[in-house]
């Protein structure tokens, strides 16, 4: 088992520096020196004994508790606590956070000892050291962690992204990608222009439209499997891309971050407000607080942090509720009608959402 033996590799590296330590201190002629070929002989074979001795029975009684120690995955958000017992390990897949112990947590891939309240390393693997209790807090608007070992979490009332992401996916409005955790949402990345382009024709429930377009808008950068989602776009006026070459071929740039502003104006495009006249793109953000789209809190949000696949889920998904302009119906009615979105299972979907508006 390789994780047992880092394990016990690090456990003995801990007593051995002890024992540098007070190798350190001058002796006496009645205490001499310890040797280093004592130390090499006698000190670290007995140590590592001991500590493999002891990690065996850590795990043999955590699986005869029912097998505990087989790995399980959690998406949380900001604020969520997790405890977790000597023992038990911790891997921090996506997003922020710190960790902090009563006792020891030692970072197994790094080969050392996490330092108290110190950033956790993606993909690290931790350890709580014998008779410790490690406390791991997430700092991100989401995380994805892995853990395996006796814990308990302690939810934050911080905005759930998670669930809205859930929501949405199960609206056939949102899909994860090839990431293969944390349910492939990315909910810790930026989006993509092109990823931003595909939500907002869902939310127009255009979306197969657009799969099956094949008309003549001539693109210069976009991959092939995108080529559809937007030349139809384009086409019908949703995105003006970011320029057009000397034979009429449009750029889109579709791996660039897409900004915060950008996707309020997809939104208000989707409401039908008219670029120049009702908002400008430049201040997307702050004419949806006017038209109503978004609130004050929303707009805080989307100009003070980094604007995240978590923040297009937001927006998306309280904008289903969002009025067209003009009109009394919201976008999630328009899907419902056209059969885009099962009215049953948006209801089912929307019912299990606790998240409040900021």
């Known amino acids: 088992m390789k994780k047992k033996h880092a394990a016990v590799l690090l456990l003995a590296a801990a007593l051995l520096t002890g024992a540098v330590a007070m190798a350190a201190d001058p002796g006496s002629a009645g205490d001499p020196l310890i040797s280093l070929d004592w130390l090499r002989n006698t000190f670290i074979p007995?140590?590592?004994?001991?500590?493999?001795?002891?990690?065996?029975?850590r795990y043999e009684g955590l699986s005869q508790e029912g097998g505990t120690v087989q790995a399980v995955e959690y998406r949380l958000k900001r604020g969520d606590v997790l405890r977790l017992e000597s023992g038990s390990q911790?891997?921090?897949?996506?997003?922020?956070?710190?960790?902090t112990s009563n006792g020891a947590i030692v970072d197994v891939t790094e080969g050392k000892e996490l330092a108290s309240g110190k950033?956790?390393?993606v993909g690290h693997r931790c350890i709580v050291a014998e008779k410790s209790t490690g406390t791991f807090s997430v700092s991100s608007d989401t995380a994805v962690v892995q853990l395996a070992g006796k814990h308990t979490i302690s939810p934050s009332s911080e905005t759930d992204y998670n669930a809205l992401a859930d929501a949405l996916k199960t609206m056939g409005l949102f899909k994860g990608t090839d990431t293969p955790y944390g349910s492939g949402y990315d909910l810790e990345q930026m989006p993509t222009r092109i990823q931003g382009l595909i939500l907002f024709l869902r939310l127009l429930g255009e979306e197969q439209a657009a799969l099956n377009y094949n008309g003549p808008v001539e693109l210069l950068d976009v991959p092939q499997w995108a080529?559809?989602?937007?030349?139809?776009a384009y086409d019908k006026g949703y995105t003006k891309g970011v320029g057009v070459d000397d034979r009429g071929r449009v750029a889109f740039d579709p791996n660039s971050p897409l900004a915060?502003?950008?996707?309020?104006?997809?939104?208000?495009?989707?409401l039908g407000y008219q670029e120049g006249k009702d908002f400008h793109w430049d201040s997307a953000s702050t004419d949806a607080v006017t038209l109503g789209l978004l609130t004050r809190g929303e707009?805080?949000?989307l100009t003070g942090s980094p604007f995240l696949r978590a923040q297009t889920v937001y927006l998306s998904y309280?904008?289903?509720s969002a009025k067209v302009k003009g009109s009394s119906e919201t976008i999630l009615q328009r899907l419902t009608a056209s059969g885009t979105v099962d009215g049953k299972?948006?209801?089912t979907a929307m019912n299990a959402v606790k998240v409040k508006r900021l």
């Open 345 to 347: 299972t948006a209801s």
């Open 119 to 121: 950033l956790l390393s």
């Open 260 to 270: 915060a502003d950008n996707y309020v104006t997809f939104l208000l495009r989707d």
């Open 46 to 57: 007995q140590t590592v004994t001991k500590a493999e001795e002891r990690i065996d029975a």
């Open 318 to 320: 309280f904008a289903l």
């Open 90 to 99: 911790f891997t921090l897949l996506a997003g922020e956070a710190a960790g």
């Open 299 to 301: 707009r805080t949000l």
């Open 227 to 232: 080529q559809s989602y937007v030349a139809y």
